[in-house]
C-alpha cells in the first residue's frame, strides 16, 4: 500500500495522493458560476490544513460520506491553487475531488485534533496580519453591547459587538452578525456569573479607517461559547484570577457617532407625530415620537418566559393526573409550540408595556427584549433570578424599570389596523433612540403641527419630565383607561 502523504507535500504536479485528515470545518456554498459546492478544511496529524471543494456534479456522490469532525483517508483527488480573499487556509493549493476520487475511514488518527490556531491580538491591532486570510481567535468576552437591528443588503439583521480579552489583557473588538449575534446575546443571558470563553474559527479581519476588528464571514465561521477544547482550558489557566465581571454597553453607534441612516430615519425619512396625532391616526404607517415614560403597567407583566431555540413564547400545560372520576392538577411543564418540544430551554424575555406622555395626550408603548436592553443595559435573567417555578412575581417591578420613570426618547413605532379599527391603544416600538445629543436636536428642530398644548408653550421632554408625576401601579386621574 502506498504511503500516507503530508498535507505539507500536496502539489499539483500529480493525481494520486493518499492523505489521512479531519475534517474541521465543512459547509455548503452555491454561487451563480459554480453552482452549489462543497468546501470544506483538513488538518493533518502535523496540525497543517489546506482547503477541499466538492464540485457540483460530485456533490450527490460524496455528500453522505463527508461530515464535519470526522477523519478519512483521501486518494486520489487533484490539488489546484488556491486564491481569492478570505481564504480559509495559508496553504498555496487545495484539494478538489474528482469522480475517482475514494473516501475511506481512518481510525488511526489523534481525535482531539482540533487544527484551532490563535492569532495573537496585537498582530490583529497592528495589521501585520495577512487580511485576505480567515483567522482563529480566543478570547474571554469582556464587554457586550446590547443587539442591534441595521439593514444590510435591504435586510435587516441582528448585529452586536463584543470586546475580546487574552491572557495579556490585550483588547480586541469582534463583530458578529445574524444568528451569531442572536446565539451570544443569549449565552450571555443565560451565563450564571459564569465567565465566558469565545472560540471564532475562520473570522475576517476587518480595518475600517485604520480600526482593526474580526468578523464572522458570511457562511465559513463557527463561533463556540465555553466549548471543551484542551486549548481553551490551557487559555483559562492563563487568564488572571481576579475575573472581570461583564459589562454591557450601549453601541458606539448610539452612545457617540450614530450612524447616518439611523440619524436620518428618525430626523427625515419618517414621519414625526404627537401623541394626539399617533391617535387619531386612520391608516397604517410608521412615525417618531418624542415622548416621557410616565409608568410601567405591572397588571401586564414586564417579561414572558420564551423557547431559548426560537424566542416565541411557551405555553404553561398543566399535569393532569387522573384520580377516580376526577382530573387533578399537580403542578405544570412548558411546551414551545413552534418547536413542538415539551421540554423547551427556557429564557425570560423582556416585554415592557410602557405608558408614555407628551403635551397632547398619554399612550402605551410595547418594548420588546432587545429594544428593552438598550434602556436596561442588564439581560432580563439577572433581573428574573434563575428558571425556577418561584422565579420572580411579573407585578413586582425591580428598581431599574422604576428607574426609567421619567425619562424622554425617541421611539420608531408601527401604527396597525387594530389600533385605528379597534382603538387599541397599544403600539409596538419598532426602534428607540436613546442619545442625548440627538433628542436634544430633534427637540430643537420644533415639534409637529398641533403639538402645542391647550395652556400654551411647547412640551420640552428635556425640561418638563414627568419625574414621579405617576404612580406605578393603579390608575391615575389623567388616563384611568391606561391603567385600569
Known amino acids: 500500500m502506498a504511503a500516507m502523504n503530508l498535507i505539507s507535500e500536496l502539489k499539483p504536479f500529480k493525481n494520486m495522493w493518499k492523505v489521512q485528515v479531519k475534517i474541521v470545518r465543512l459547509w455548503k456554498q452555491y454561487s451563480a458560476a459554480g453552482g452549489e459546492t462543497i468546501e470544506m478544511v483538513f488538518v493533518d496529524a502535523r496540525g497543517d490544513k489546506i482547503a477541499g471543494t466538492v464540485k457540483k456534479e460530485l456533490v450527490g456522490r460524496f455528500d453522505p460520506v463527508l461530515q464535519e469532525g470526522e477523519t478519512k483517508v483521501l486518494i486520489n483527488f487533484t490539488v489546484t491553487h488556491s486564491n481569492g480573499s478570505y481564504r480559509t ?63 444590510v443588503n435591504g435586510k435587516d439583521t441582528q448585529k452586536i459587538t ?55 464571514a458570511y457562511n465559513v465561521s463557527t463561533v463556540a461559547l465555553n466549548p471543551q477544547m484542551e486549548e481553551v482550558e490551557a487559555f483559562r489557566s492563563f487568564l488572571p484570577k481576579d475575573d472581570l465581571a461583564l459589562a454591557i454597553v450601549e453601541s458606539k453607534s448610539s452612545t ?78 412548558y411546551y414551545c409550540l413552534k418547536c413542538k418540544d415539551n421540554h423547551p430551554q427556557l429564557l425570560p424575555r423582556y416585554k415592557l408595556h410602557l405608558v408614555v406622555l407628551d403635551s397632547t395626550n398619554n399612550t402605551k408603548f410595547l418594548l420588546f427584549d432587545n429594544l428593552a436592553l438598550q434602556l436596561l443595559h442588564k439581560p432580563c435573567v439577572e433581573l428574573t433570578g434563575p428558571i425556577t417555578d418561584e422565579i420572580q412575581d411579573p407585578e413586582v417591578l425591580p428598581p431599574v424599570l422604576q428607574d426609567l420613570v421619567g425619562k424622554t426618547f425617541l421611539f420608531k413605532i408601527g401604527i396597525e389596523r387594530e389600533n385605528y379599527l379597534y382603538k387599541h391603544p397599544t403600539f409596538k416600538v419598532l426602534k428607540i433612540m436613546t442619545n442625548i445629543g440627538l433628542i436634544n436636536e430633534f427637540d430643537a428642530i420644533g415639534s409637529p403641527a398641533e403639538s402645542q398644548n ?31
Open 162 to 216: 463584543v470586546e475580546l480579552q487574552n491572557e495579556n489583557d490585550d483588547r480586541l473588538p469582534l463583530v458578529l452578525w445574524g444568528k451569531f449575534a442572536d446565539d451570544v446575546s443569549n449565552a450571555i443571558q443565560l451565563r450564571n456569573e459564569e465567565s465566558i470563553v469565545c472560540v471564532l474559527r475562520f473570522g475576517k479581519i476587518k480595518v475600517w479607517k485604520e480600526y482593526r476588528s474580526i468578523s464572522n
Open 89 to 151: 487556509t495559508n496553504h498555496p493549493f487545495k484539494i478538489v475531488f474528482l469522480p475517482t476520487t475514494r473516501v475511506r475511514i481512518c481510525e488511526e488518527f489523534p481525535h482531539n485534533l482540533t487544527g484551532l490556531n490563535p492569532v495573537n491580538f496585537r498582530d490583529v491591532l497592528s495589521g501585520v496580519l495577512d487580511d485576505s486570510l480567515l483567522v482563529d481567535v480566543i478570547g474571554q468576552i469582556v464587554e457586550v453591547t446590547q443587539m442591534e437591528i441595521v439593514p
Open 454 to 484: 391647550t395652556l400654551g408653550g411647547t412640551f420640552s421632554a428635556l425640561s418638563d419630565a414627568p419625574e414621579g408625576s405617576l404612580m406605578l401601579h393603579g390608575g391615575h386621574p389623567s388616563m384611568p383607561s391606561l391603567l385600569s
Open 256 to 333: 457617540v457617532v450614530p450612524s447616518v441612516k439611523e440619524k436620518e430615519d428618525f430626523f427625515f425619512h419618517t414621519p414625526r407625530k404627537t401623541i394626539s396625532q399617533v391617535l387619531e391616526a386612520k391608516q397604517v404607517g410608521k412615525c417618531i415620537v418624542m415622548a416621557s415614560i410616565a409608568a410601567i403597567d405591572s397588571d401586564m407583566g414586564w417579561y414572558y418566559l420564551s423557547c431559548k431555540v426560537c424566542a416565541k413564547k411557551v405555553l404553561t400545560v398543566p399535569n393532569d393526573i387522573e384520580d377516580g372520576e376526577e382530573d387533578i392538577v399537580d403542578g405544570h411543564n
